[in-house]
């Protein structure tokens, strides 16, 4: 297992100490209860890393660390983002975990026909913050250093856009009577960007499927059940993660 990871806002050149303080700071010494000797990963959420050998831990929010040198993780190919539906309740935030845990790039709220839950004004930048919170706790707990990016929510306009230009693009789409194909088989491309739409619990309607498939997506099934929105991309992200050989 790699070391812990800690979130900074920038990191520094090597040589030196640096403090961490204020919450991580907190939760390196009073949860994690780091003591000299051992190692963090201290990352800035966007790829840059260091690893670093804890120097102290000072009352119950300091931790002195001797950084080592800055690296930065290279770009994925290709990249994987998900359109997600909004679920009911806090079945947003986990679908935003788990994805995060198995190692998508990108997640998009979709504001789709049938979702029940609306993001609207305070409440909607309410929601956003707590799925942008969420893929930044899951991304340390993965030990990630490079967290998906949560963009605004988005229309199904936007969203038929941002498939036009993807080098791969899919609709999971539960109606069985709609032609589709499994996306076990779909050819895949190795660099680039690939887009994956999951529908709401009530599905991707007829309307915005038509206007998907006419920016270039396909409609793709993973098999005979039908999975919960909050499921169905984590489950078709690792798919395509192994696929596409990020996993190998």
Request: proline share 6%.
């Amino acid at each position: 297992m790699t070391a812990p990871v800690f979130v900074v806002d920038q990191l520094g050149g090597t040589g030196g100490e640096f403090v961490l303080d204020g919450p991580e700071g907190r939760h390196a010494v009073s949860v994690k209860r780091l003591q000299p000797g051992e190692t963090v990963v201290l990352t800035d959420g966007a790829g840059r890393w260091a690893e670093c050998a804890v120097v102290a831990a000072e009352g119950k929010d300091r931790l002195v660390v001797r950084p080592g040198a800055v690296t930065e993780e290279p770009e994925p190919a290709p990249r994987i983002t998900v359109v997600q539906a909004l679920p009911k309740g806090d079945r947003g935030e986990l679908a935003v975990e788990t994805m995060t845990e198995v190692g998508v790039d990108g997640i998009v709220p979709w504001q789709a026909a049938r979702c029940i839950t609306q993001w609207k004004g305070e409440r909607g930048l309410k929601a956003l913050g707590k799925w942008r919170a969420t893929a930044r706790e899951a991304g340390k707990q993965s030990r990630r250093v490079r967290f998906p990016e949560i963009a605004d929510a988005a229309t199904t306009k936007q969203v038929a856009a941002l498939l036009a230009k993807a080098d791969f693009a899919a609709v999971l789409h539960s109606d069985f009577e709609h032609a589709g194909a499994p996306l076990a088989t779909a050819e895949l491309p190795s660099r680039g960007e690939i887009v994956l739409v999951v529908g709401p619990e009530g599905g991707v309607a007829k309307d915005e499927l038509a206007l998907f498939e006419e920016a270039g997506a396909k409609a793709y099934f993973m098999g005979p059940t039908v999975m919960r929105t909050s499921t169905a991309g984590t489950a078709a992200a690792a798919l395509l993660l192994g696929r596409t050989g990020r996993w190998s």
